[in-house]
């Protein structure tokens, strides 16, 4: 079966701009997570909805924004970027939240100058 | 909240065994994950531990201890493609989310 799908692969964008990433989770998924890695920080928590609410919520500002739709595709948006926000953006998916493993994307790299 | 350490690096020859410990504080708990991350590449699920005791899987083992909030990986007959990053991460807290440890650099050597 398909795995974990993140568009776009790689993205640069300017300081003060807004992005949106998106996330396919694997089909009969309904939870869906997102974190940001970092070299210095590792791999820190963002958000996870699961059947279209969000359940989690990471300690980000309130400019990481996100929704999961009834499909169990999600998104994230960034606003206001800042140079500190480049990082690799992870999304996983899972059946019912972790117990099981979560499924990674290959996420995305975002890169802003 | 949750917190969780575990060795920055570890490094081991081809062919041996190399232990990973994880150590987590965490207010609610249901279990302990273990991800392999190769450089470039994604997290990768390897096991979950719910009760004490070892899991095993072919060359990789986990290990828990709910009593003394501890685990650990267990990789033997080392390859060079075991070269990567491994992180803890613990399933609890509100909502059951999952929190990760910053990891730890295994590097083979020949």
């Known amino acids: 079966k398909a795995g974990v799908t993140q568009t776009p692969r790689y993205l640069i964008k300017t300081r003060g701009q807004q992005v949106t990433l998106s996330c396919s989770p694997i089909?009969?998924?309904?939870?869906v997570s997102w974190y940001q890695q970092t070299p210095g920080q590792g791999l820190q928590f963002l958000f996870e909805?699961?059947?279209?609410?969000?359940?989690n919520k990471g300690n980000f500002p309130g400019r990481f924004s996100g929704r999961q739709f009834s499909n169990s595709r999600s998104e994230m948006n960034v606003s206001t970027l800042e140079l500190g926000d480049s990082a690799l953006y992870l999304c996983?998916?899972?059946?019912?939240?972790?117990?099981?493993?979560?499924?990674f994307g290959s996420g995305t790299r975002l890169t802003v100058v | 909240g949750q917190s969780l350490e575990q060795p920055s690096e570890v490094t081991a020859v081809e062919g041996a065994i190399v232990q990973i410990n994880c150590t987590y504080q965490?207010?609610?708990?249901?279990?302990l994950s273990w991800y392999q991350q190769h450089d470039g590449g994604a997290p990768t699920f390897l096991s979950y531990?719910?009760?004490?005791g070892l899991e095993e899987t072919g060359r990789f083992s986990s290990f828990l201890s709910r009593s003394d909030s501890y685990g650990y990986l267990l990789l033997q007959e080392l390859q060079m493609k075991d070269s990567a990053s491994y992180f803890c991460?613990?399933?609890?807290?509100?909502?059951?989310?999952?929190?990760f440890g910053g990891g730890t650099r295994l590097m083979v050597k020949p």
């Open positions: 089909s009969g998924h309904r939870s």
């Open positions: 909805y699961f059947s279209e609410t969000q359940r």
């Open positions: 991460a613990v399933t609890g807290g509100a909502g059951n989310m999952l929190t």
């Open positions: 996983a998916s899972s059946l019912e939240g972790g117990f099981y493993g979560y499924t």
């Open positions: 965490t207010s609610g708990f249901y279990g």
């Open positions: 531990n719910a009760l004490d």
